[in-house]
């Protein structure tokens, strides 16, 4: 299952389109940011960001994958990238961050994508995706 990204600057939160071209959602549920799971196993969970603005800055970039679980309070995360902002001649930089792992999840587990700065994140569903599978 995957779905395109999509921009909410408001938060850190990626927000995704899950009806956008080639998204499929069979067996997870696409809820308030994330893909809540409906039977417990081992699921392969993956996600790429491509980043991409202009000006140099000292500024990282973080890419995180986070579980929501309704037997924790806090969300626990999954996969953690951080970067900085490579700037070499020009001004303009781009930077992708792939991960990917496979977990253990239990029915109604929510998995969700943050980053550190949701502007410069390309909305470009063969860039920046994030989905998983059941193994």
């Given at each position: 299952?995957?779905v395109?990204?999509?921009k909410?600057i408001?938060s850190?939160?990626?927000?995704?389109?899950?009806s956008?071209f080639?998204?499929f959602?069979?067996?997870v549920?696409?809820?308030?940011?994330?893909?809540?799971?409906?039977?417990?196993g081992?699921?392969?969970v993956?996600?790429?960001?491509?980043?991409?603005?202009?000006?140099?800055?000292n500024?990282?970039?973080?890419?995180?994958?986070y579980?929501?679980?309704?037997?924790?309070p806090?969300?626990?995360?999954?996969?953690?990238?951080m970067?900085?902002?490579n700037?070499?001649?020009?001004?303009?930089?781009?930077r992708?961050?792939?991960?990917?792992a496979?977990?253990?999840?239990?029915?109604?587990d929510?998995?969700?994508?943050?980053?550190?700065?949701?502007?410069?994140?390309?909305?470009?569903?063969?860039?920046?995706?994030f989905?998983?599978?059941?193994?």
């Amino acid at each position: 299952m995957f779905v395109s990204g999509a921009k909410d600057i408001r938060s850190l939160q990626l927000q995704w389109q899950s009806s956008s071209f080639g998204a499929f959602t069979a067996g997870v549920q696409y809820k308030d940011g994330g893909l809540v799971i409906h039977q417990d196993g081992l699921y392969f969970v993956y996600s790429e960001v491509y980043f991409q603005g202009e000006g140099c800055n000292n500024k990282y970039l973080q890419h995180l994958v986070y579980k929501k679980t309704p037997r924790y309070p806090l969300d626990i995360v999954l996969m953690d990238s951080m970067m900085t902002r490579n700037c070499m001649i020009s001004d303009t930089w781009s930077r992708s961050s792939y991960l990917g792992a496979v977990f253990q999840l239990m029915k109604d587990d929510k998995v969700h994508v943050n980053v550190s700065d949701v502007t410069v994140v390309m909305v470009d569903a063969s860039k920046t995706f994030f989905g998983l599978y059941k193994l």
